[in-house]
């Protein structure tokens, strides 16, 4: 079944569009009897229907939003129609400024924004740099020793004591990593968790409670005005704010923490893992890339930064953006109702053949030659567009190229077991592991 195409020229006011063309109900029915993975059935809605489609999985609509005009106009262009509700992870991250609305949001989004551009990030370019240096000897160990290790835990490792070290001023010791396994533990559980809240928070309190120690121990040591020996971080920034602006309590403190804890290294982590993975399968993007300048040289780091970019559009940092109707629209010619659940689905934009030739193909090269890539800012957005765009945009890709640059040329990964498939949770993980241990790179 196909849509029908609407005119262009169609002005996007409320009460002028059609209905969203709506796949039928025994495509859902037979995904809910067998029960598969959401994108297996977001997929086959697209491919039925096109970058705008309707279907039913309870009893309110839900829209699937795809098409790059339409994205732009949902996150960008009207976000305050296409509204935040509870984000999945609120259970962890509290009212941080990921799941955080209306004004709070505002105050929350303004105090941080100016950590993550510009100056704010020049701050954080040592603790980055020093936070690689680390990895790049403990590779250099697992060289000499011929070690098997799994690169997903290493990626994590590096990208926990980028933010550590961002937000304490102190490199990540072995206790408090320990300690911070927490974070992921409930990360990973909160897709199968039941949907009652006390419940839910009860599967996982020891693990909450883990983290809330940890957050706890940081926020003391910032009042007490100890910086680490890198001088003080963003958990001071937000000690600061408390002396000036009252809603930023204990509590709230704790959740901007571990809201930028969690969202600071499992997406960078999980992109480096898949990043590895990719070179695996296709060691001449590896090569192209080295082989693009020198030690440090501007070209190298636009390579490098390709490899990042072409991992982002197969496995986008969130996979899905879930927003909510506030009021009636029009979207691309197609009346949306208030009330209904729109699902924004960068995964499925990024693999849309009709916007990226041969999409299932790694191809860094589609972000360094001239026209490689779509120009519409819908046509790939792996940390989202507009106002709610990740914050974190800049730290993630900064944190890694710094590690590929240190790593790529010295050690290459020799996989002993790789996963076999992908886990669409918040993020979009490896589902197992992935051992190797570590040979020197071709030509070396």
């Known amino acids: 079944m196909e849509a029908e195409a609407g005119p262009a020229s169609l002005p996007d006011v409320p009460g002028t569009g059609r209905p969203v063309p709506e796949v039928e109900p025994a495509l859902v029915e037979r995904w809910h009897s067998g029960r598969g993975e959401l994108v297996e059935l977001l997929s086959q809605v697209r491919e039925r229907i096109g970058g705008i489609a309707a279907f039913r999985l309870g009893p309110t609509p839900t829209v699937l939003v795809t098409d790059p005009q339409a994205v732009q106009h949902v996150l960008a262009r009207h976000p305050e129609r296409y509204v935040k509700r509870s984000h999945r992870a609120r259970l962890l991250i509290g009212d941080g400024v990921m799941a955080a609305t209306g004004e709070?949001?505002?105050?929350?989004?303004?105090?941080?924004?100016?950590?993550?551009?510009?100056?704010?990030?020049?701050?954080?370019?040592?603790?980055?740099?020093?936070?690689?240096?680390?990895?790049?000897?403990?590779?250099?160990?697992?060289?000499?020793?011929?070690?098997?290790?799994?690169?997903?835990?290493?990626?994590?490792?590096?990208?926990?004591?980028?933010?550590?070290?961002?937000?304490?001023?102190?490199?990540?010791?072995?206790?408090?990593?320990?300690?911070?396994?927490?974070?992921?533990?409930?990360?990973?559980?909160?897709?199968?968790?039941?949907?009652?809240?006390?419940?839910?928070?009860?599967?996982?309190?020891?693990?909450?409670?883990?983290?809330?120690?940890?957050?706890?121990?940081?926020?003391?040591?910032?009042?007490?005005?100890?910086?680490?020996?890198?001088?003080?971080?963003?958990?001071?920034?937000?000690?600061?704010?408390?002396?000036?602006?009252?809603?930023?309590?204990?509590?709230?403190?704790?959740?901007?923490?571990?809201?930028?804890?969690?969202?600071?290294?499992?997406?960078?982590?999980?992109?480096?893992?898949?990043?590895?993975?990719?070179l695996d399968q296709h060691p001449a993007a590896r090569e192209e890339a080295l082989a693009a300048g020198g030690e440090g040289s501007p070209q190298r780091r636009q390579a490098i930064q390709a490899l990042v970019h072409e991992t982002l559009r197969l496995y986008p940092s969130a996979w899905l953006l879930p927003r909510h109707a506030a009021e009636a629209d029009t979207l691309a010619g197609h009346t949306v109702e208030a009330g209904t659940d729109i699902l924004v689905c960068p995964y499925l934009t990024h693999r849309d053949p009709e916007l990226w030739p041969d999409p299932e193909h790694f191809d860094p090269r589609r972000f360094t030659t001239p026209d490689g890539r779509p120009a519409h800012p819908g046509a790939y957005f792996p940390f989202g567009i507009g106002p709610r765009a990740c914050l974190g945009l800049q730290f993630a890709l900064r944190e890694s190229t710094v590690l590929l640059e240190h790593l790529l040329p010295v050690h290459t990964p020799a996989f002993s077991c790789t996963p076999t498939k992908a886990k669409y949770g918040i993020t979009v993980r490896p589902d197992g592991p992935a051992s190797a241990t570590l040979v020197p790179p071709l030509g070396s």
Do not use: C, N
Not at 134 to 152: I, L, P, Q
Not at 169 to 197: N, Q, Y
């Open 104 to 278: 709070a949001w505002k105050r929350q989004r303004r105090l941080l924004q100016s950590q993550f551009t510009g100056t704010g990030m020049r701050r954080y370019e040592q603790r980055i740099t020093a936070a690689a240096r680390t990895t790049a000897e403990r590779w250099d160990g697992y060289a000499r020793t011929k070690e098997t290790f799994d690169v997903g835990r290493e990626m994590h490792r590096f990208a926990l004591d980028a933010i550590w070290r961002s937000l304490t001023g102190h490199p990540l010791d072995d206790g408090t990593e320990r300690e911070l396994t927490a974070v992921e533990a409930v990360a990973s559980a909160i897709p199968t968790l039941p949907a009652d809240i006390t419940e839910a928070q009860d599967a996982v309190a020891a693990d909450l409670a883990r983290v809330d120690a940890v957050a706890r121990h940081a926020i003391e040591a910032a009042r007490s005005g100890a910086a680490g020996p890198d001088g003080p971080g963003l958990v001071h920034v937000l000690t600061d704010a408390a002396t000036e602006r009252p809603e930023y309590t204990d509590r709230l403190i704790r959740d901007e923490l571990v809201t930028l804890l969690a969202a600071g290294h499992e997406t960078t982590a999980t992109t480096l893992t898949w990043l590895y993975l990719l």
